[in-house]
């Protein structure tokens, strides 16, 4: 009996997720070999100049293209903010690549920055074309664009390695990956939407993407700028081991994608036009979040044991704190919604910046001091403080009927 459109299509943007994200992991016995816990760290330091850069580049774009989305002539624009974004992330990277290298720490060559920057530039350009997929019901061509990008970077990346490019091949790969999935995105948007715009009306969207971009500079704080704080304090050997156990980690949001893939589009409606219900899906999400941390608490550091190369082994005593990290950010994405469906949707870019800047200034004396094990007891505080506030700020308010809503639904 074939499932309905409704299950069938989330399940299919769920499997393209879930395909490239699976491939990554079956590569990690493979960096593990080739690079060794130093030469893994060397590229992880790079990997996070690629998040901070992303979040400048290209944050908002995919939102500010379903916020706006309805119209052809929106969906163009979109597209044309984003070749234009793309274009001068581009030549603004590798003109500034020799000037970005010696402030990464633990140092980089200038070509894996000016590769990591190209790769940066390139992403900007493919959201928009995947969130246009996703608006346009295409499960199918969104399953093949992850797919097959996966497969191709990933014969690169072995090809590359196999012939001793190291770091930099790993980051050839990437670029050259990006580089194939973008030039098919664009043309295939462009051939069925229309071609792209960038006019006056596109003003509109570069304000409003504006506070995505807060937002995700306070989320890398949380995120991504341990690694940077780690390699300061101690070593890119220790840093190569903290990067392996969070691979292991990333598991947890794997097993959830598809129920997010289900839960995330139908939150929103279901908040407003039925809480009771809402508040128990909440719930069986965040069980759903506890049991893919046990999971991985149990199985990563066997799996490391059995997959990985002796030289990794620290690694497995990283992946209990790291899987409960990431538990504790699956549950705030279940709580955001009694935040975001109040009247001020500002109060989670307010809330994420506040939270990250308080880490921000708290990680770098205890890593120095106390070493990775304190760096993830800070880090579970921090999380945990921002579930407080969501708490605080949402999931009270969210137990108010609303008005011309019904809580007993």
């Given at each position: ?106 140092g980089a060559d200038v070509l894996s920055v000016r590769l990591v ?172 979040a506890g049991l893919a941390t046990l999971v991985v608490m149990l ?104 008005p011309g809503t019904s809580s007993t639904r």
């Amino acid at each position: 009996m074939p499932l309905p459109a409704a299950v069938a299509q989330p399940l299919l943007f769920a499997g393209g997720l879930i395909a490239t994200r699976a491939l990554s992991l079956v590569l990690l016995p493979v960096y593990a070999r080739y690079l060794g816990p130093e030469g893994y760290g060397q590229l992880e330091t790079v990997v996070v100049l690629a998040d901070l850069a992303s979040i400048l580049a290209g944050s908002g774009l995919a939102a500010t293209l379903f916020r706006f989305a309805g119209t052809a002539e929106a969906e163009r624009r979109a597209l044309g903010l984003a070749l234009v974004v793309a274009g001068a992330a581009l030549i603004l990277g590798q003109i500034s690549a020799p000037l970005l290298a010696p402030l990464v720490p633990g140092g980089a060559d200038v070509l894996s920055v000016r590769l990591v920057l190209a790769t940066v530039a390139l992403e900007a350009v493919i959201q928009v074309p995947l969130g246009w997929l996703r608006l346009a019901n295409r499960p199918v061509g969104y399953l093949m664009a992850g797919v097959v990008r996966a497969v191709m970077q990933a014969g690169l990346t072995l090809g590359f390695l196999a012939h001793g490019y190291g770091v930099v091949g790993v980051l050839a790969a990437g670029t050259l990956g990006a580089a194939g999935q973008a030039l098919w995105l664009v043309i295939w948007q462009w051939r069925v939407g229309g071609s792209a715009v960038f006019d006056r009306g596109s003003r509109v969207m570069i304000a409003w993407a504006g506070p995505a971009v807060l937002s995700g500079l306070a989320g890398f704080a949380l995120c991504s700028a341990d690694r940077w704080i780690l390699v300061g304090a101690s070593d890119t050997e220790t840093l190569g081991y903290w990067a392996m156990a969070a691979r292991f980690a990333l598991v947890v949001p794997l097993i959830l994608q598809p129920w997010q893939a289900w839960w995330l589009p139908q939150r929103f409606r279901l908040a407003e036009t039925a809480p009771a219900r809402a508040r128990r899906l909440t719930w069986v999400g965040i069980g759903l979040a506890g049991l893919a941390t046990l999971v991985v608490m149990l199985g990563g550091p066997v799996a490391i044991a059995l997959l990985l190369p002796p030289s990794f082994a620290p690694a497995a005593a990283l992946v209990p704190g790291l899987a409960a990290i990431a538990c504790l950010k699956a549950i705030g994405d279940q709580l955001d919604i009694h935040c975001l469906s109040r009247r001020h949707g500002s109060a989670r870019a307010a809330l994420a910046t506040g939270i990250a800047g308080l880490a921000v200034l708290l990680l770098g004396p205890l890593a120095a001091a106390q070493g990775p094990h304190s760096l993830i007891l800070l880090l579970l505080g921090a999380w945990c403080l921002r579930l407080a506030l969501l708490l605080l700020f949402g999931w009270e308010r969210q137990s108010e009927p609303q008005p011309g809503t019904s809580s007993t639904r």
